[in-house]
């Protein structure tokens, strides 16, 4: 087993999109950095995650950030020298029932308000767009931000460019126990210790775990999301669908299998790290997505699977300095992360390097929840 | 959803045995296998319509098969063909996949007697049109009355490979060759002892070796196939000398001329559904791989969940029959459909039979014990994942990325992430991590089960009935679950 640097400019604690996207710039930057992860690096979220990156699915709080994310995911291919498996076909958001309708309308003039133009479809125009779509789907709005890109690919292109760029990754280095020093931290590790001047936690789900290792309360849940998959199959979509009741995300890989998810809850939790798949609920989500797009009845599910997508309990993202923990950072619970991903550890290095950010993330700030101090 | 007494999944041997028992004892069976007709892997048939032309194993076996078969008709039995179990929602509970009668079926108790599957072994041209699987092979003669080619050479490790020589003889096909990775003829003697447990058995396979003996068939133990050749048919087959230790003398290669090659290195047990239950497992190498592990009821470490045949390690249809009706007993036993001195009386005479089988069983092991690894055999070229196309060399550059568990070699080839999710090339995969890691296979972590346990089509999953969902209020906030 190779042994951890014992000094390093910066730790971050986690090797998911929000800890590798964080890593990249600081090390462009010439810091030398750690990224530490208790098991497989790219192991959770980031992972086991379905790959959309809608626009307009998100919360208006966080449409900035994530349309500058989709803009570095379109950048990524030549930045990281490998394909993602990046593509922007644009997607459906689509509404079912009377409420959905007018939901979808209330949300498209928000985003119109916040300089996001998206267009109404319905009737003949909708079913010209997409005549893959049910009967059940009264309207759509389209989005030519909306996006994916491949989990796969993406995790083994962030790795290996963190490496080239003289990043150490470490696999089976949990986090056991953080000590503040003069200035800055001893993070203790199953794979050994490191000394660092500053801090950031990207441990996804265990975000709040982690920060209590330096005394900071902070209320991190995590979902048990489901995610199934097809055999690879015919062109069947050429669009990313999402719903706005936010029960169905659906698109189909360039392969031709088909990714089928929507954020229905698997069992388990991340305490118990048990996630096991539903399932009740595996049948709800096959229905909603045979509802909206009948053609999937023909298709053969080959696997199902569950994984946790960390939370905070006002689901905005945690991004930026722990208060009362002076080099210590979080970046971490973007609902939709991996979407954001990009822009949040851009902002998240920003910061770490001028004290600064180029987008206002001031509503991310963790001091609205951290009372620190608390248990230290 | 259906409420039995007995869930009994697989419908061969040993799934036919087990609900043919339990109806004596008075309990109800839903019997479900994903084939069109009973009879499993063992007692496949040709169906009605056809015309028969050869004999066949099950020709011979016909009376004891149309016995077994019965049961499908017993007024106690429903019996679901093309039906796949494929999840465990909850412990004794199998979600049934079966178009429009697709639902849940609740069990008091539930044996799994799902069988085994080819062992897929990647060497040079092994995806070649022409090279068939063993098992392959077996259900097109026993199936269709079909032999798809010529002349055949026969090659991989395990008892199989000398029935299936023969009955290609018997099938008029000329056989170029038998090649055997376990030098079968210098452990003979050690291993006789243990044959001799079951003379009918072994007379059988003496008698295979002697239609290939008179034939004139060359038969090659201690060999090992290194290349398929051909361009889009396969046109001949390279063999040449193994260890123990896996490595393969090149330098000695023989050539045999065909055009079809029946490739069989025995067969991996299916524990996928007994992996979803949440059973446990353990490793033996020469049994298969990863077996449940049982007590000595035949009971998994899920209580009321029994397993039983090849599906819990290789054992043969005689060891299957027995096992079914066993389990079938120690289910009516944990039901109370049967007194307890009467179960004694029968296990007894199962146990007798069991004991005497399980010894000629280990003789078998012995004797075809396979070497270390068959990863010699593969070049940088070598396709190891069909579904995905993953080739060795990719394998050795992702390694050379940093990448070395079977989880991360898994998400960054796709290997085992196609149609057969990793079914056919897992095994293949922890074998490689095994050796570059220096643990043993049994040590590699694997991939977690997950449903479905076999593909299905998703409009069958939109029959049953179910209570509405749970819809969120607000999609962005936490949701609720069950845990
Ligand atoms: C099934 C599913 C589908 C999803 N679909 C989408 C989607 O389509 N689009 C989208 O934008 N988002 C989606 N998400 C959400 C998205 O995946 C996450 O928001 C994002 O991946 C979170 O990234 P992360 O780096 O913060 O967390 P993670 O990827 O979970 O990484 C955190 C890492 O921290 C490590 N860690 C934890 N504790 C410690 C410790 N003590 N010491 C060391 N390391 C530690 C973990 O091992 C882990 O590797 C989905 C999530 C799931 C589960
Ligand atoms: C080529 C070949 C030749 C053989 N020759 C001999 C021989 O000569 N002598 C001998 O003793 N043995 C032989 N065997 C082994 C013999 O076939 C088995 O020992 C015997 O069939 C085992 O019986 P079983 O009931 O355990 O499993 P099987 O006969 O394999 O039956 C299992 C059944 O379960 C079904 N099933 C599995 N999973 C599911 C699921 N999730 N849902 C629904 N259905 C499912 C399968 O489709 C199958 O029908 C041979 C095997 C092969 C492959």
Redesign the interface.
Known sequence: MTSIPSRADAVIVGAGIAGLCTALPLAKAGRTVVVLDRGAAWGDASGANAGTLSLQVKRPEVLHVTRRAIELWQAMRAELGADVGFAKPGGLRVATSEKELGMLRGSMAVQASLGLETEWLEGNRLRDAAPWLGPSVRAATWCDWDALSSPLLAGRALLAAARRRGVTVQDQAEVTAIAALDRGYRVTTAAGTVDCAQLVIAAGAWTGKVAALLGVDLPVDADVNMLSVTEPAPPLLDKVVTHMGGVLSLKQYPNGTVMIGGGWQGRGSHQSMRRETDHLNLLHNMRVACAIVPALKDLRLVRSWAGFEGVASDALPLLGALPGRPGAFVNACARGGYSQGPALGEQMAELMLTGRTSLDVARFDPARFAAAGAHA | MMRVDLAVVGAGPAGLAAAAEAVTHGMTVALIDDNARPGGQYFRHVPPSFRRTAATAFDKDRARAEALFAITRHPQVTYLPEATVW?V??PLTL?VAAGPRSGQVEAGAIVVAAGAHDRPVPFPGWTLPGVVSAGGVQNLIKGFRLVPGTRAAVAGNGPLLFLIGASLLRAGVAVAAVVEAAPIDRRLPAALPQLLAAPEILQQALDYRWALLRAGVPVLTGWAPVNAEGEDAVRAVQAAPIAEDGSVDRARARSFDCDLLVVGFGLVPSVELLRLAGAGLRFDRRRGGWLPERDEALETTRRNIFAAGDGTGIGGVELALIEGRRAAVEAAVQLSRIAPFAADEIRAGLRRRWKRLDRFRRGIEALFAPPKDFLALQTPQTVLCRCEEVTRQEIEE?RA???R?A??LK??T?MG???C?GRNCMATLAALVAADSGASESAVALP?A???AR?????D??H?T??P?D??A??????????
């Open positions: 999840d929602p909850e979600a992702r990325e940093g990448f568990g989880v991360q998400s960054t796709r992430m196609g149609r999710q977690k997950r449903a479905p593909p299905i089509p998703i409009g999953l939109l049953e179910i209570p969902p819809l969120p607000d999609p962005h906030l936490p949701r609720k679950r069950r845990t």
